[in-house]
């Protein structure tokens, strides 16, 4: 065998290798197409659901495939995700969405829900005791999963999810950077 026969064999192997870690990446997000689905039943605003559900798939899938600190908060921030969804799904059920009725109800559901997220992501970052890519890959998820619900008040539902996400996860981050045991 001479080292071409070597090279080629080492490259199909390596292939072979990237294609299953790849297969089982997608996989992993698959449940998550369930949440999309379910989102996009209950939501006024399908475009804007259908756009961060699969921003949330394809960032959540190259995470998974990834490895690393990457792959371990996939899940920490779909799960916090489903707080500022559900939380925007449902109070944009109990009305019809106009700019008086979004801003008392569809709004501060977003910001309770973002707050709530953060608030989660920042103890399992700290339980893990987690380096800089698990706490910007895992607020990256759980805000893309929540603005599948907060896109239907707008840009202001989004922003009112980030906001309240950063007062969640900001003390957590202190905690951190400052040496604090988590709670």
Known sequence: MDS???AKMQRRARTRYELGRA???????APFLLVVAISLALTHRSSSTLLFGIA????GAVML?????????VLPGAAAGLVPL????????????????CASLCIPACVLGGVVAGLAVASVGNQRRAGAGFWLSASGVALLTGSM??????????VGLALGYTAGV?????RRAFGEKAP
């Open 149 to 158: 619900g907060c896109a239907c008040v707008g840009y202001s539902g989004v």
């Open 23 to 29: 297969r089982r990446a997608l996989l992993g997000v």
């Open 170 to 174: 900001v003390p957590g981050l202190m």
């Open 65 to 73: 495939w990834y490895g690393r600190d990457l792959q371990r908060a």
């Open 56 to 59: 949330a798939l394809s960032v």
């Open 86 to 101: 559900t939380l925007a799904l449902c109070a944009n059920r109990f009305h019809n969405c106009g700019a008086e009725s």
């Open 4 to 6: 071409t026969d070597l």
